[in-house]
């Protein structure tokens, strides 16, 4: 009713509708949309549809941008639609709901989904559309408030002075922020938000005790995965949830699918079909050792396109190359690389030859050449491998390894070795990164890590002679974690027995695993700049985890979200 008072269609009837739609349409699955939608065109407009036909008038006293029909205001940088993103129809759908409820200004937006359906890109994407810098924050089961609105740290005089946190930040410049995996956060956290949430926003700081005002531009975003299914995710409150504008993305069909792998990875449209009809096959299968991941436990999204990304990054000269029997290999490695019993393995094998049409043969792909193609040019076969990786025997299992982690880590994918203790998952991280000649920062997990373990943290100050004290007085200084070296000096990451470590203090790395590799550091606070520092990962940089299977003492298997970022 509030945005139906401030009439922005110009005409009352319209307005009603675009306000009741933004009400009672957000919380619904796709298929009920056009009943109620029946049902508010039926009461509201008494049937007389013509008034939807009409654009909506451009408000005057902003600057805006028209996304599908509606008028989102336009940010501080330059609009630019990002090509690689493809708009299917479904995903143009989601897009209408979302810019309705932004053009509507101030609401802030809940959105529920599946992981994986593209529900911080279509966020992102929005916001670089329209011009608006889009800050992100992971939330995890310690999330502290003070990573939203900030805490005292020692400046470079070393007094202590209160630094502002993101959440701060995005709000006195008018940045969008989004608050990814919600529910993880403590309901205490949560619940300071709620004077945020309502129709005054402002947000009070009880160490500075001072009030902050939204900046009108400020639009605040969250995501979630339903709960229940994914570890650790809890119910919202009631009277936390209606603050939001609920929506729900459903999962993609088929056939947009294909679209989408031959549009972002230039894969054939006939080599697409056949990708997405192994994967419906696969997801029709329940696997035995993962029951509770439902459908998708042979193959997921991610998978799917990680499949396709490994087709456009091989190098394309050979014009005589059987790209069906390369592409079925590959897909081989990825599905039957992460399985543990030989006969899901044969499924999965069945399955990649009745739709390649070519014979698979492990064996062969696993064989001694194989192995030393994955090693660089210089190594010609094991005899040439540094001093003291002399020692290693090449049974069948090790040469399984070497090459499925060679795969993964030659397309910049990060690893995660599944195997019971001394099958060799170390060795052949170390053995790797010795041989790409990268520096090699190892972290071992256990079951009271905190984030401050991987990406550093204030640490005192040793001062050594009476000199210095007199120009340096500070008392603590930020000291970068194996993390974040690792990813500044391009080196190879290695985070041993991973599911040791709490799944909520691990699900920080989640930006991290994903394409674009990179790192907010919330925890250090805004530097004198007044800017959150952004880590981006080299081009070098690489990945890896290894764990024992769940079951073992103390060990769990991780969560679904978290695994499906990783090669496994």
Partial sequence: LKYAAGNPCHSVQRSLYEGFCLSFLTQLDRASHPLVQKLVCQHILAGNTKCLKQPIPEPRNRECVQLEGYWVSKGEMEPMIDGSYTLTKSVKLNLRDLARVVSAGTHPVLIQGETSVGKTSLIKWLAAATGNQCVRINNHEHTDIQEYIGCYSSDTRGKLVFKEGVLIDAMRKGYWIILDELNLAPTDVLEALNRLLDDNRELFIAETQEVIKAHPRFMLFATQNPPGLYGGRKVLSRAFRNRFVELHFDELPSAELEIILHKRCSLPPSYCTKLVKVML????????????????????????????????????????????????DDGFMLLAGRVRKPEEVRTIQSILEKHFKRKLNPQALFSEENVAKQFSSTVLSEAYLPEEFRHIV???????????????????????????????????????????????????????????????????????????NDEDTRLFEWHDGPLVLAMKEEGVFLMDEISLADDSVLERLNSVLETEKSLVLAEKGSGDDDDVELITAGQQFRLLATMNPGGDFGKKELSPALRNRFTE
């Avoid at 329940?286 to 990680?306: N, Y």
């Fill in 281 to 328: 096959e696969l997801q029709s299968l329940r696997r035995g050792s993962t029951v509770f991941a439902g459908k998708h436990g042979f193959i997921t999204l991610r998978d799917l396109f990680r499949w396709a990304e490994r087709y456009r990054l091989e190098d394309q000269t050979e014009s005589s190359r059987d790209w069906l029997q390369h592409l079925a």
């Fill in 394 to 468: 090449w049974t069948e299992g090790m040469r399984r390894l070497a090459v499925l982690v060679g795969r993964a880590l030659r397309f910049g994918e990060p690893v995660l070795l599944v195997g019971d203790t001394g099958c060799g998952k170390t060795t052949i991280c170390q053995l790797f990164a010795a041989l790409a000649e990268q520096k090699f920062f190892t972290l071992n997990c256990h079951l009271h890590m905190e984030t401050s373990d991987f990406l550093g943290g204030l640490r005192p100050v040793r001062h050594t002679s009476k000199e210095e």
